[in-house]
């Protein structure tokens, strides 16, 4: 995770509201049946639970858990679960809706679910983790399943915790049930590659991007805002595709080197150290001057509402390439079009990730485990495809990246709802 910049609490800040405001411009675009939008801007089901966990000092603490599922339209609700203390239900909600549209943007047949518990997890010790986990499991068991929604890791989850959901699962059916969850440890049904796919997939798009818009396939300078699972990971693949890059950052700060990071020794240093600051030949950046600093591609991989209404003036990349959800504004995208920056947007960018999720969930149901390359290249096949499937759209609506990837969701959940019709 990276050091985010706090925004105001204004409607700027409110995830779902910005999420709505997308799909508002879309919905106008498509000429979307007003009752269709109706059932496409609320939620299909949310639950909220309160997670009792016996803390290691022998104390009782209440946490509060949340799985919003957006939308069934289109298969089983797919999305992760993060741990964090600015957890709410309006960011849940919000990145519910965002997973059925990233599902429909690259056409694997899911629908949308997100879930969260408001907790700090560097507070906490494993066994404490692993108590609210399984608890938060159990409390939501009624509602998720292979066949109807399917967890993944988020912010501050991974393959430990997808372990103890699947275990948790597995003991209350009775029968050990690797597709509950995506996102597990290889060795325990997991997809080779899984790991890897979100940091990748962000790099094929930015390939994509550039290339769509005659910029060099090399020698490109690029920034990173967060060093996790996602921007690290984007990091090494832009590394090795031959791009510079020149700041990245974490929770606590950023590191700057106009002359080119040497990842593979950054990201060493972050595993030995824990944290970015001081990496030998890089000066310290604060998290608001790194978005603003000049380079060819930004790429936000942290949370969400980092370029917004008081910075887009500022960003001097020609490109952002968003790893994280909802990195961006409403107000910030009509700032960034005006001054031809083009935006690969999150539900675009950041798919690879859910993309190989499918794949670790069709394995899990075959029973027959794919090799790494084959997963790598099913993958870039289709987050090359969607990426032109999006600028197709862009042009056929005269819109944005980000309103394209919309229509195009837009219209595929639509169909299916259409299809389905309504159960009276
Ligand atoms: N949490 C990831 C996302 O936001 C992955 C979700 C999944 O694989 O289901 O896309």
């Known amino acids: 995770m990276a050091q985010a910049t706090s925004p105001p609490n204004t409607s700027e800040s409110n995830p779902y509201l910005q999420m709505r405001a997308r799909l508002d411009l879309a919905s106008k675009l498509l000429q979307l049946d007003p009752g269709v939008y109706d059932i496409l801007s609320t939620p299909f089901q949310e639950l909220t639970v309160s997670v009792p966990v016996k803390m290691d000092n022998g104390s009782l603490r209440v946490f509060t858990g949340y799985r919003v599922q957006h939308s069934i339209a289109r298969g089983p609700a797919k999305g992760g679960i993060r741990y964090s203390p600015e957890v709410s239900l309006d960011e849940v909600r919000a990145l519910s809706a965002w997973m059925t549209w990233k599902c429909a943007v690259v056409n694997v047949p899911f629908g949308g679910g997100k879930g969260g518990i408001i907790c700090d997890p560097r507070r906490m010790s494993q066994g404490e983790l692993e108590r609210m986990t399984r608890r938060y499991t159990a409390n939501i068991l009624d509602i998720i399943g292979p066949e109807r929604d399917v967890p993944a890791p988020d912010m501050n989850t991974g393959e430990r915790t997808m372990a103890w959901l ?146 887009a003036e500022d960003i001097k990349a020609k490109v952002i390439v968003e790893g994280a959800n909802g990195p961006t504004s409403a107000a910030a995208d009509a700032i960034l079009e005006r001054r031809g920056v083009f935006v690969a947007p999150d539900i675009l960018a950041n798919a690879g990730g859910v993309t190989v999720s499918y794949f670790e969930w069709v394995q899990n149901r075959m029973g027959y485990f794919w090799e ?53």
């Open 166 to 311: 699947m275990d948790t699962y597995s003991m209350h059916t009775r029968a050990t049930t690797t597709a509950i969850v995506t996102g597990k440890p290889v060795g325990l049904g997991g997809s080779l590659g899984r790991r890897e796919a979100t940091g990748l997939g962000v790099a094929f798009t930015a390939r994509e991007a550039l290339k769509h818009l005659g910029m060099p396939d090399q020698g490109c300078s690029v920034v990173v805002q967060g060093s996790g699972n996602v921007g690290g990971l984007a990091a090494q693949f832009l590394h090795e595709m031959g791009h510079k890059i020149v700041a990245m950052s974490d929770m606590y700060g950023g590191i700057h080197c106009e002359a080119g990071l040497d990842i593979p020794a950054v990201l060493q240093w972050l595993k030995d150290k824990g944290r970015l600051e001081g990496f030998p030949g890089s000066i310290a950046v604060e998290n608001a001057a790194l978005l603003t600093l000049p380079c060819d591609v930004l790429v936000p991989a942290a949370t969400e509402n980092q370029i917004t209404s008081t910075n």
């Open 372 to 424: 790494k390359q084959d997963v790598f290249d099913r993958m870039e096949r289709i987050m090359v495809d969607s990426f032109r499937d999006v600028v197709q759209a862009a042009e056929k609506y005269q819109t944005s990246a980000r309103i394209a990837a919309y229509c195009l969701s837009v219209e595929r959940v639509a169909y299916c709802l259409t299809m389905r019709g309504i159960y009276a």
